[in-house]
């Protein structure tokens, strides 16, 4: 056994830092130790299933295998980053869309330069990583746009009586959307090895591998992850503007708001 892997009993053993943080809640009165000790067996639970059937695509299925694991990995990421903002219309789809061009554009890239191996032991872990980082690109995206539309709507609908077309009126809030979705990525990628080691260097590092082999692979992974944010980002915010704005170019009101209460009382 690989000296650098804990064993079962040292997993176990791990558990002791769960116990102090829950007695550290505890003892705060922070009313999370129950939430505590749930989020950690549901952690358990779910990566023991996720090992057991990744050792069934590992060993039987191959690269389509892989292929549809990542498919349904961005399918739960585009519920995940949509959860945020359920006023926004067809936000669901708008983030699935921004998630899987994200995904499929820089894994297909990669895969077709031969810069990383078609191997599913290969594809699902880097795919994962890509399908996570433009999730959080995606949802930061959603959840700023909603907050612009929110608080900016006077100032958009101030450009659009003026003649200037929902694409105009809307774009000095495009760019700060999409800037701000990029902060986390930009942020990583600029301090990488700085202030931590990534989790893929990280990864070979402890398995073993030379640390210039696993830095070449660490860059590779930053710069997948920086594309897949700008890609996802860019995409559900254009996806999400379309959306907004119907055929006259009129701003529709977002669910739940007291625009949209008064636009159906009207109706009614």
């Known amino acids: ?21 829950i007695a550290v809640a505890w003892h705060g009165r922070l009313h999370l130790a ?23 695509v590992f060993r039987h299925t191959g690269l389509p295998g892989a292929m549809g694991w990542l ?11 949509a959860r945020r903002t359920p006023a926004l219309p067809k936000a669901l789809s708008t983030a699935t869309v921004a998630i899987t061009a994200g995904t499929a554009s820089t894994m297909g890239t990669l895969l077709a330069l031969g810069v990383i191996a078609t191997q599913a032991r290969v594809v699902i872990p880097v795919g994962g990583m890509v399908v996570s980082g433009a999730m959080q690109a995606t949802a930061l995206a959603l959840t700023r746009l909603h907050d612009e539309v929110r608080t900016a709507r006077p100032a958009i609908e101030a450009r659009l009586s003026l003649g200037l077309s929902a694409t105009d009126a809307f774009a000095p809030h495009q760019r700060t959307i999409v800037r701000t979705a990029l902060i986390p990525a930009l942020d990583s990628t600029k301090t990488v090895g700085v202030i931590s080691l990534p989790g893929a260097m990280t990864g070979l590092i402890l398995a073993g591998v030379d640390p210039f082999t696993a830095i070449r692979y660490q860059i590779v992974v930053m710069y997948m992850l920086l594309a897949a944010a700008a890609l996802a980002a860019l995409i559900a915010v254009r996806l999400a503007e379309r959306a907004l704005f119907d055929d006259a170019h009129r701003l529709r009101p977002l669910e739940g708001t007291e625009g949209a209460r008064a636009t159906s009382g009207s109706r009614d």
């Open 1 to 21: 056994m690989n000296p650098a892997v804990p064993t079962w009993a040292g997993v176990a053993a791990s558990a002791s830092l769960i116990a102090l943080t």
């Open 71 to 81: 498919a349904l990995m961005v399918l739960i990421a585009g519920q995940v980053a």
């Open 34 to 56: 129950r939430d505590i000790a749930v989020a950690a067996v549901r952690a358990a639970l779910q990566l023991a299933a996720v090992g057991a059937l990744l050792l069934l």
